[in-house]
């Protein structure tokens, strides 16, 4: 197929494109991406491809042993304070003298173009939408990874047919990590599930402390579940409250895990239930059957994307309206507060969430 004006031939190149890729920094749009980093490697086997973040680190471990990604660029807004800075960043990335662009972030074309990079796509329209010949458009109804292979389609017109599956690469170190931690209960046939209790970027993600211990406590009494609670710092105080209510054998690493070894201990076991945050995207790379707990977040745009994953939602007309309630990180670092209480995520009983695990494990 013949190229559209705009678009890129992997076919012309005689030379090893170097491709510069940027990216949302949170997690699960991390997660997102890595079907949409696999399809630009099937465009181009060859290429030198450089996968950038410059809205924080967090993300940097679950492309760290990608194999669709050559190297990467993780950087803290506050680093570009420093003028002094910015310049040497800018001028360090212009030498690299990149073949293509590829946005799958917020709008960044102004820097694409003052980079000197003349092949780009990503998303319009946006901030300087005409600083990209070949843009895809949103549609608020369609998933996160589609956009982000259909940007990638873009480049040549040829659609990527392979498959949409995340990509995460544990080492042997983080298998071994879950596999000490799960060793003293293998005695038992006792299923193990793994409950995640925050969402740090948005207070209204989160189900609540009490609803998850009625939850817990009703499996434990009908399928003699055993828990792990997982999560970071800011999780911490849930975990304790939930591990100090619970009827279950319940083992807490919130904030004693990295966000990978986390996922090797969950690839271990047979549930994982948790509300619409980063870590519970990173599951569905492992395999493991997921019950996630929707409320302002839009599933048909950010559900899990694997064949083992039922999504909760609440029945009012409200939902979903993502609405920004907890804090949300802003540029450089600033927070911005909301208090509202979320009715749609109140309104999930645990009866909903309940039958939702029976499903898997009365099987």
């Not at 519970?280 to 559900?303: D, L």
């Amino acid at each position: 197929m013949r190229p559209r004006r705009g678009m890129v031939s992997p076919d012309n190149a005689e030379k090893k494109e170097k491709i510069l890729v940027s990216l949302w920094p949170g997690l699960g749009d991390i997660m997102f991406a890595t079907p949409a980093l696999r399809a630009l490697r099937h465009k181009f086997p060859e290429a030198n491809i450089t996968a950038m973040s410059l809205w924080g680190k967090a993300g940097r471990p679950l492309l760290a042993h990608n194999p669709y990604v050559d190297r990467l660029i993780f950087m803290n807004p506050r680093e570009f304070l420093s003028p002094v800075r910015c310049y040497a960043f800018w001028k360090k990335l212009r030498s690299e003298k990149y073949d293509l662009a590829v946005q799958l972030s917020f709008p960044i074309h102004w820097l694409f173009y003052l980079l000197g990079i003349r092949k780009r796509v990503g998303f319009g329209p946006g901030p300087f939408w005409w600083l990209v010949p070949s843009r895809e458009g949103k549609d608020r109804n369609t998933h996160a990874t589609d956009h982000f292979i259909r940007a990638i389609d873009r480049i040549d017109g040829v659609p990527y047919r392979d498959g949409k599956g995340y990509d995460l690469k544990l080492t042997r170190d983080e298998l071994g990590t879950a596999q000490r931690i799960l060793a003293k209960w293998e005695h038992t046939d006792s299923p193990i599930a793994v409950v995640h209790p925050g969402a740090r970027c948005n207070k209204n993600k989160r189900w609540g402390v009490e609803k998850l211990v009625a939850l817990m406590n009703k499996l434990h009494r009908q399928f003699s579940v055993r828990f792990i609670l997982v999560g970071g710092e800011d999780d911490s105080h849930m975990s304790q409250s939930i591990a100090k209510q619970t009827e279950a054998q319940t083992l807490d690493l919130a904030a004693k895990l990295s966000l990978t070894e986390t996922a090797a201990v969950v690839s271990k076991c047979d549930l994982y239930i948790g509300n619409d945050t980063g870590p519970t995207h990173i599951v569905g790379a492992t395999g493991t059957p997921i019950v996630a707990i929707f409320g302002s977040s839009n599933p048909s745009a950010f559900r899990p994307l694997t064949d083992k994953a039922i999504v909760i939602t609440p029945e009012m007309e409200c939902a979903p309206c993502f609405h920004p309630v907890g804090h949300m990180w802003l540029l450089w670092g600033l927070r911005l507060r909301y208090y509202n209480q979320c009715r749609a995520m109140d309104s999930i009983s645990v009866d909903d969430v309940f039958r939702a695990c029976e499903n898997f494990l009365a099987k």
